[in-house]
């Protein structure tokens, strides 16, 4: 034998020397100890490498193996926590892709009145007034005239009837037009004579009267008069925001901006002091209003991955219009049952061009909310324009909403590797009145996800909430079947846009994590990723269709904590 020769059998002799010695001292020497091991589970990894796995190991925050509980048990110390499963189907945690995560918790401590009938609306703001001081604002939320007999914008005698004596503001649930009284209007000093502010109308009466509809900017001149919440309020909220987060499986979140006039340097400020309280733990991607808060943080440039990648502060937020049931979205052509109007250019062409110019030069993701084809043309052309001026390959802008759009958009991009996030939820809640605004031919390209995936796009899914109610699964229901609760239209509102269960789930996690730069961090079940997951009461990919939306959360994990348990679970 030769030297070569002799050099292999030598090697190989001492690696099986190795591998006898590994397996006489037992599973704790193939593999360090972990600290939880979750055995016997159903478990969607959304790695496509390995779908699907019974077991995971933990230690710290991170994953250590995913794989069969034969694997795990290698994994299985003298001081490891071993659950059972028990056969229970479990996801990544879940990612809510687009809300607004203090407005989810303000909504908890004010007057919530989501898409309530106008009757119950009226008791609700009366039994308020009955309770607070004269002169005290009441607030809420929720309110759709689309869901009323007559579909009508409401007025501000409905409220004076039930609250002459204090103001009230109730935002629609779009979040693009509130509702006022009389004593409001006075306070805003808001009257015939008062102009429409730029980006923003005022609805007047055949007198010129304002009714007590504001839309869009025109909003703040009653806002701006409304006594804000106190920090320790807000505060309060935020944690509120959590619980209902875990109670649903989502344990990481893209927080859209503030409203009203809460600053977003104030909201993250108080994040941080909750994090720095141990209080927070759900993982926020917040981002910063455009203007003066975006300029204070251009000064002290991005903040990525803060208390153990729980708080990131890279993006940057703009608006290009409202809404399409405030009749705000801006279109390409007159609304279909409002001829003549456009609907509202929230910032105007050269705002949002200094804007993104500015976000891109100072190294912050770029983030618009845009629902009308008009708005979503003009974010694109602005988009492509300054990303040929200042060029990133990995630039990952984003298009909040991409409600409304054309076939030439949609495919322009997924060519540009612009990242829509879109809300399933929208599309089964507009449904109602979305085709009578835009006309049967302009619908085809609205709410057309699976247009937008043949395109090669993703799609970060969520529920914009407030604007929406925040479950997970209703979104995930109305993505998979184009249905709303009630199981309508039969067999689903343009059908053939739906996603299937993968994509929706996909949409939920790994897409959404992908909108911020974090897929290599969360949003799968993988050795060395975050050892986020939950687990729930069935299997979401074989129940029956009409049963995702009934889905419930059993227990919540974030970083390897238990962070919520269905009082249900054993």
């Not at 007057?111 to 309770?131: D, H, L, N, R, T």
């Not at 689309?146 to 779009?174: G, I």
């Not at 405030?326 to 456009?342: V, W």
Request: proline share 5%; net charge positive.
């Amino acid at each position: 034998m030769n030297g070569m020769g002799k050099l292999f059998r030598a090697g190989l002799i001492a690696l099986g020397v190795v591998i006898m010695a590994t397996l006489s001292a037992g599973p704790a020497m193939a593999a360090k100890a972990a600290e939880t091991v979750y055995l016997n589970g159903n478990i969607y990894t959304v790695d496509d490498k390995q779908p699907k796995a019974s077991a995971v190991a933990i230690t710290g925050q991170k994953l250590v193996y995913v794989g069969s509980d034969k694997g795990a048990k290698a994994y299985v110390g003298k001081g490891t926590k071993v659950v059972d499963l028990k056969g229970k189907t479990v996801l990544p945690g879940l990612i809510e892709g687009h809300m607004h995560f203090t407005g989810e918790g303000q909504k908890m401590l004010q007057v919530y009145v989501f898409w309530s009938p106008k009757a119950e609306i009226m008791a609700k703001v009366k039994a308020e007034a009955e309770k607070l001081p004269p002169g005290t604002w009441i607030i809420g939320r929720g309110w759709n005239q689309e869901v009323w007999p007559d579909k009508k914008f409401p007025t501000r005698e409905d409220l004076d009837a039930v609250a002459p004596d204090h103001p009230v503001m109730l935002t629609r649930t779009c979040g693009h037009a509130i509702w006022v009284n009389s004593k409001a209007l006075a306070l805003a000093g808001i009257d015939r004579n008062t102009p429409d502010p730029e980006g923003g109308t005022i609805d007047r009466d055949a007198g010129g009267n304002p009714t007590g509809i504001l839309h869009e900017t025109a909003r703040n001149l009653v806002r701006s008069k409304v006594t804000p919440m106190t920090n320790d309020r807000l505060k309060e909220a935020m944690l509120k925001a959590q619980e209902e987060m875990f109670s649903y499986g989502i344990t990481s979140l893209f927080s859209a901006g503030t409203s009203g006039t809460m600053s977003s340097l104030l909201e993250t400020n108080l994040m941080k002091e909750l994090y720095e309280k141990g209080q927070l733990k759900v993982r926020i991607y917040n981002t910063i209003n455009e203007g003066d808060d975006a300029k204070a943080y251009y000064r002290k440039g991005p903040e990525i991955g803060l208390y153990g990648d729980r708080l990131t502060v890279r993006c940057i937020k703009f608006y290009a219009d409202g809404s399409l049931g405030a009749r705000s979205a801006l279109l390409l052509e007159p609304y279909s049952d409002r001829p003549g109007e456009k609907g509202v250019e929230r910032m105007t062409y050269d705002a949002l061009y200094r804007g993104y110019s500015e976000a891109r030069k100072n190294g912050f993701q770029v983030s618009t909310h845009a629902i009308g084809d008009g708005a979503n043309r003009r974010v694109v052309d602005l988009y492509e324009k300054v990303l040929k001026e200042q060029p990133l390959k990995d630039h990952r802008f984003r298009v909040e909403h991409f409600q409304c759009a054309t076939a030439l958009d949609i495919e322009r991009i997924a060519k540009l590797k612009i990242i829509p996030a879109m809300q399933g939820i929208h599309a089964t809640s507009d449904k109602n009145m979305a085709e009578n605004r835009i006309g049967p031919e302009r619908i085809k390209y609205a709410y057309a996800w699976r247009k937008v995936i043949k395109a090669g796009s993703i799609i970060p899914n969520g529920s914009d909430a407030p604007v929406e109610p925040v479950n997970p699964y209703w979104g995930l229901y109305a993505s998979v079947t184009r249905m709303d609760n009630d199981g309508k239209p039969e067999g689903g509102w343009y059908a053939a846009e739906a996603m299937t269960r993968e994509e929706a789930l996909k949409s939920f996690t790994i897409w959404a994590a992908y909108g911020q730069f974090e897929e290599k961090t969360k949003g799968s079940l993988q050795k060395g990723k975050l050892a986020d997951f939950v687990v729930i009461d069935r299997d979401y990919m074989k129940c029956p269709a009409k049963e995702i939306k009934d889905i419930k959360a059993l227990l919540t994990v974030v970083g390897g904590e238990e962070v919520y348990r269905s009082p249900g679970l054993k």
